[in-house]
């Protein structure tokens, strides 16, 4: 097991409303939106083109208000997204707030590039892909250790004044890390992985967000497909897909970590609703400030999370979820230690 986890910096006053909009660059948009990784990018039971392009649609025909996607998945994620919006019709488009990330690439490897040229270059090519012209949130996707982040925020800052971004959100990243960016221009958003699994955010970058006025994005709010009502079935999975080679997934591990779901279940089954819509609704009760990304390729799937909004916790019911699972109760780490070499964000709770 990992170590004990730190208490997380919790928002005073009662849980917030798991409906009501949330601030998120200048917009205000429902507390789930949806990462479009999925559909073609690190897992695995990807969608044709069409049939992307059809549930992207419904989500957005559905009234979502918030899709997440990057340079790294491809430039396909981002092609596939643009088609969507525009069969959508401009006053969809009005309503969404758009996000998507550059300083990460996969040309042959996997490789972070937060140079002024590169992230120049990447918006826009992205804003070409997504057939735009304007991003209204940007993220630097990784902190570059060769790059001072002050170098590559001052290039988003650039691309907000020419009026190619609308804001900027950097991922992955450390308090002490977006301490220095703000220094340079806001930060309207950092985006992490968070769950009821994986508490990295609670040890030093939520409090930052916080003091700073940053919103915080939690990606893989169901941990990457174990807190749900089908968790994978490693047999059955691509040979690529990115579980292959995380911990948590790995054998002895993840056969402790199912025993854990199955607990997370029966909670849900208490609260009326699904294993998934539970784990995104907890994300949601950390605060007024917290928004979640899950991604999929189902409709059914969709429905789960999103239906997060209708789950009403009690702070009862958030302590007993908290002691149930977190990163002391997970089997194995988020990530091998080469994995996380590439990640800024706390790997492990301050002393």
Not at 51 to 62: G, H, K, P, S, Y
Request: hydrophobic residues 40%; proline residues 7%.
């Amino acid at each position: 097991m990992d170590a004990t986890p730190h208490p997380r910096p919790a928002e005073p006053g009662p849980l917030p409303d798991p409906a009501a909009p949330r601030r998120l660059a200048g917009k205000d948009v429902h507390p789930v939106g949806l990462g479009c990784m999925n559909i073609v990018h690190g897992y695995s039971g990807f969608l044709d083109d069409d049939a992307a392009v059809d549930l992207l649609t419904r989500v957005l025909e559905d009234g979502t208000d918030h899709l997440d996607t990057a340079t790294l998945y491809g430039g396909r994620s981002e092609e596939l997204v643009g088609r969507a919006l525009a069969r959508a019709g401009s006053d969809v488009r009005e309503r969404v707030l758009l996000a998507s990330k550059g300083g990460l690439v996969r040309d042959g490897q996997r490789r972070i590039d937060g140079r002024p040229e590169t992230l120049r270059a990447h918006v826009d090519a992205s804003l070409s892909r997504l057939g735009q012209d304007r991003i209204d949130l940007y993220y630097l996707h990784r902190l570059d250790p060769e790059v001072p982040v002050e170098e590559s925020v001052g290039a988003l800052a650039e691309a907000v004044t020419e009026g190619k971004i609308g804001a900027i959100g950097l991922s992955e990243v450390s308090a002490v890390t977006l301490t220095r960016a703000v220094a340079v221009h806001p930060i309207a958003a950092v985006q992490s992985e968070y769950s009821l699994a994986t508490r990295n955010p609670e040890w030093g970058v939520l409090e930052a967000c916080r003091r700073h006025g940053t919103a915080f994005v939690a990606f893989s709010p169901v941990s990457r497909g174990l807190l749900t009502d089908a968790p994978p079935r490693l047999g059955g999975l691509d040979a690529g897909d990115l579980r292959h080679r995380l911990p948590r997934f790995a054998e002895g591990h993840y056969e402790a970590n199912l025993t854990l779901r199955e607990a997370l279940s029966a909670e849900a089954v208490r609260l009326g609703t699904s294993t998934a819509g539970l784990a995104v609704a907890w994300v949601l009760a950390q605060g007024k400030d917290v928004l979640a990304i899950p991604g999929t390729t189902s409709w059914e799937h969709w429905l789960e999370d999103r239906g997060a909004h209708e789950v009403r916790l009690t702070p009862a019911d958030v302590a007993r979820l908290d002691d149930l699972v977190n990163d002391a109760t997970v089997a194995g780490p988020r990530y091998s230690e080469s994995q996380q070499a590439s990640i800024d964000t706390e790997a492990a709770p301050p002393r």
